[in-house]
């Protein structure tokens, strides 16, 4: 899709609408991962960090991703919600640039995403300790043994308090195509008040 020109009016009337059609153009172009987002967050001094992360749901609210909320994502997301996301859909020639405020999800709504992932998952919240130092493989292998008796795949196994979901409210949505000679099309929804602009930046 290099070249493939990306005009003022070829943009959705919300910056949902646009996604959602850009989403589903990579899927079925083949784009692996294509749920798949870069998750880039700061500390308290201002140190960034960056990992990938997979889109659960998106609607007018922002984008949700569920997590270990005492990794380092989620405690640096607790003393500062200030966040960006990446969509890097390098086979097509496009990008999607989010940033926004994170904040928690509804226990509910992270109680039934954790009840829907397969008994292994649920059992590796248990035995991770997201972001931690653990001395080799096997005290990982081992927690997820000691989960497994505690939990048997016949039983109740409930959302452990430090895993949940985040939603990235956007401030801003900006859509990149790429084009030829460096000179990419760069289209942007930023909210402004109670509405949203549409800004086109120089590439």
Request: hydrophobic share 40%; aromatic share 10%.
């Amino acid at each position: 899709m290099l070249d493939r020109p990306l005009c003022e009016t070829d943009l959705a009337p919300t910056w949902l609408e646009q996604f959602e059609q850009w989403l589903e153009q990579s899927r079925q172009a083949g784009v692996a991962e294509a749920d798949a987002m870069v998750l880039a967050t700061a500390d308290g001094a201002a140190r960034p960090s960056a990992r990938s992360v997979l889109l659960k749901g998106c609607d007018e609210r922002g984008f949700v991703f569920f997590t270990n909320l005492a990794s380092r994502k989620g405690a640096e997301l607790e003393h500062n919600p200030h966040a960006a996301l990446v969509f890097p859909w390098y086979a097509i020639s496009r990008q999607v640039l989010v940033e926004g405020e994170v904040s928690a999800l509804e226990a509910d709504a992270s109680d039934r995403y954790f009840a829907s992932r397969p008994y292994g998952s649920r059992i590796a919240a248990y035995a991770s300790r997201q972001s931690s130092v653990i001395a080799d493989r096997g005290a990982l292998e081992r927690a997820q043994a000691e989960a497994q008796a505690r939990f048997p795949p016949d039983g109740p196994l409930p959302r452990p308090p430090w895993w949940g979901g985040l939603r990235l409210a956007p401030s801003s949505v900006e859509f990149w195509q790429g084009r030829r000679d460096r000179l990419h099309d760069r289209l942007r929804y930023r909210r402004d008040g109670g509405g949203w602009l549409i800004e086109r930046l120089s590439p």
